[in-house]
C-alpha cells in the first residue's frame, strides 16, 4: 500500500531524531564520499583528454575551470543556505516553510546563474581574458566556456537540488544526479573529442548534456514526491527576509569558494617564480590531498542534515553526539588515509610526472600535507556545524580562516624567508592554525547547548 505525503513525512521524522545517531551519520556520509570521490576523477579526466590535444587547449580548461568555480561558488552559496534552513524547518515539523525555502532558493538559482549566462556570453572575451587567458589560449577558452555559460543554470539548481536532498536526509538521491552525471562526462569527453573531432568544444558539450541528464535526474526526486521540501511558483517567498536568510546561511560557502580560487592563485604565482616543475608538484600535490580531503568533506557533510534536522527538532544532545562523533570518526579516517599517503608520496608523485625536480619538490611538499590533513578535521567539522544549524557569523569565520586569513599572509612572507620550502609548508603550517583557531569555537558549542526541549 503506497504511503501517503504525511506518512512519509512521520517515517523521515522518525529516522532523523530516533535512529542512532553514529548509524544516521555514517549513512548519510557514504554517498556524499562517493559523489565528492566521482566529482574529482572527471574532473581529472576532463583535464586528461584536453590536455592531449595541445598545451594551449590543456590552459583552456583551466581558464574555464575559474569560471564554473563562479557558479559553484553561487550554486553553494544558496544550496547550503536554503538546505539547512529546510532541515531546521522539518526538524521544527513546519514543512510548508520548508517548501517555500526550496521553491524560492530554486528560483533565486535561476535567476543568478541565469544572468552570469547572459552577461558572460555577452562580455565573453574580455571575461576570458579577466580569468586569466592569454592571446593563444583564447579561442579554446571561448569555444569550451559558451557550452559552460549555456549550462550554466542548470549547474547551479543541481548544487542547490543536491544540498536540499542531502539537507533532507536523503543523500542517496542526491549521489545518484551526481555520480551519473560525472560519469557520463567521462564517458563523453573522448567521443565528443575524438572520435566526432569537435576538440575542447566537445569537452565543453560534453560537460553540458552531463549537467542536463544530471540536474534532471535531481529534478526528478523532486517531482515524483521523494521529498517533503517541493519546487512550485505558489511557493515562492515575496518576502525580502527568506532571500536574505538564505543568503545569509549561504555566505560561508560563498566565502571559503572565493578564498579557494584566490589561493590557487597566489600559489600557482609564488611557485611560478622557481619555475614549471614547483608549479607541477603543487598542482599535483593539491589534487592527491583533495582525495584524503574529499572523505573529510564527506563525513562532514553526513553530520549537517543529523544536525540541523534535531537542532530544529531541539533535541540539542543529539546535536552534540553528533558533532563529536563525526570529528573522532572523521579524524580517525583522515588520519589512516593520510598516512598511507605520506608512506606512498615518493611514488604518487612519480605516477603523475617522473622529472627530478617535480619530485623533489612534490614529495617533501605531499608528506608535509599529510600531517596537517591529520587534524584538518577540527576546523572544518566544526565549519560545516555552525552552517548547518543557522549559526552564520561563526561559520562565516572558520570558512575564511584555511584559505584566507591564515594561508593568504603565509603565501605570501613565506617563500620570501624560506624560498622554496616557505611554499611547501604554506598550507600546512595555515592548516595548523586554523585548527587552533577553532577549538574556543569547539569548546563553547559544545559547552552552550541547552537541555532537550529548551531554546
Known amino acids: 500500500m503506497k504511503m501517503t505525503q504525511s506518512e512519509k513525512a512521520r517515517q523521515q521524522y522518525r529516522k532523523m531524531t530516533q535512529t542512532p545517531v553514529t548509524r544516521l551519520v555514517l549513512t548519510l556520509s557514504v554517498p556524499t564520499i562517493i559523489s565528492m570521490l566521482v566529482s574529482n576523477i572527471y574532473n581529472i579526466a576532463d583535464t586528461y583528454f584536453v590536455s592531449s590535444i595541445s598545451t594551449s ?52 538559482a535561476l535567476v543568478f546563474s541565469g544572468t552570469i549566462a547572459v552577461l558572460g556570453e555577452i562580455f565573453i572575451t574580455p571575461l576570458m581574458y579577466l580569468l586569466g587567458s592569454t592571446d593563444t589560449i583564447l ?11 549555456a549550462a550554466a543554470p542548470l549547474m547551479c539548481v543541481s548544487f542547490v537540488m543536491n544540498n536540499i536532498l542531502r539537507y533532507e536526509g536523503k543523500a542517496a538521491f542526491a549521489m545518484i544526479g551526481i555520480t551519473f552525471g560525472g560519469l557520463l562526462n567521462v564517458a563523453l569527453d573522448p567521443l565528443f ?39 512550485s511558483p505558489k511557493y515562492i517567498s515575496k518576502e525580502l527576509r527568506d532571500y536574505l536568510n538564505i543568503f545569509r ?18 600559489l600557482n604565482n609564488a611557485a611560478a617564480v622557481y619555475g614549471d616543475a614547483a608549479v607541477a608538484a603543487m598542482s599535483i600535490v593539491g589534487r592527491v590531498s583533495f582525495v584524503v580531503f574529499a572523505f573529510g568533506i564527506g563525513i562532514g557533510q553526513g553530520l549537517q542534515p543529523v544536525s540541523s534536522f534535531n537542532y530544529g527538532a531541539k533535541l540539542y544532545s543529539r546535536v552534540r553526539r553528533g558533532y563529536i562523533f563525526t570529528l573522532i570518526y572523521g579524524t580517525s579516517v583522515c588520519t589512516v588515509l593520510s598516512a598511507v ?52 557569523r561563526p561559520a562565516t569565520v572558520l570558512a575564511s580562516l584555511r584559505n584566507g586569513v591564515c594561508f593568504i599572509p603565509l603565501i605570501l612572507l613565506f617563500p620570501r624567508f624560506f624560498g622554496v620550502n616557505g611554499i611547501i609548508f ?30
Open 57 to 108: 587547449a590543456s590552459g583552456a580548461v583551466g581558464i574555464v575551470f575559474a569560471l564554473m568555480a563562479i557558479i559553484q561558488a553561487f550554486g553553494f552559496m544558496i544550496g547550503h543556505g536554503s538546505g539547512s534552513l529546510v532541515s531546521l524547518s522539518l526538524g521544527g515539523k513546519d514543512i510548508e516553510r520548508a517548501k517555500k525555502i526550496a521553491s524560492s532558493a530554486f528560483f533565486a
Open 139 to 149: 579561442p579554446y577558452a571561448t569555444q569550451y566556456a559558451r557550452y559552460i555559460l
Open 193 to 231: 573529442i575524438f572520435t566526432l573531432k569537435m576538440g575542447v568544444a566537445g569537452a565543453g558539450l560534453a560537460t553540458a548534456l552531463s549537467q542536463v541528464v544530471g540536474s534532471g535526474l535531481l529534478l526528478s526526486m523532486f517531482l515524483t514526491g521523494k521529498t517533503q521540501s517541493k519546487f
Open 249 to 266: 546561511t549561504g555566505t560561508p560557502s560563498l566565502l571559503r569558494q572565493g578564498l579557494n580560487s584566490i589561493a590557487a592563485m597566489l
Open 341 to 392: 599517503v605520506f608512506f606512498s608520496s615518493d611514488f604518487i608523485i612519480r605516477q603523475f610526472r617522473d622529472d627530478p625536480e617535480v619530485i623533489s619538490i612534490g614529495t617533501p611538499a605531499l608528506k608535509a600535507q599529510c600531517v596537517a590533513m591529520t587534524i584538518g578535521m577540527l576546523m572544518q567539522c566544526t565549519n560545516m556545524l555552525y552552517q548547518s544549524i543557522g549559526k552564520s
Open 426 to 455: 604554506a598550507q600546512p603550517c595555515a592548516d595548523f592554525l586554523a585548527a587552533g583557531i577553532s577549538v574556543p569555537f569547539a569548546l563553547h558549542f559544545i559547552r552552550s547547548l541547552p537541555p532537550d526541549g529548551e531554546i
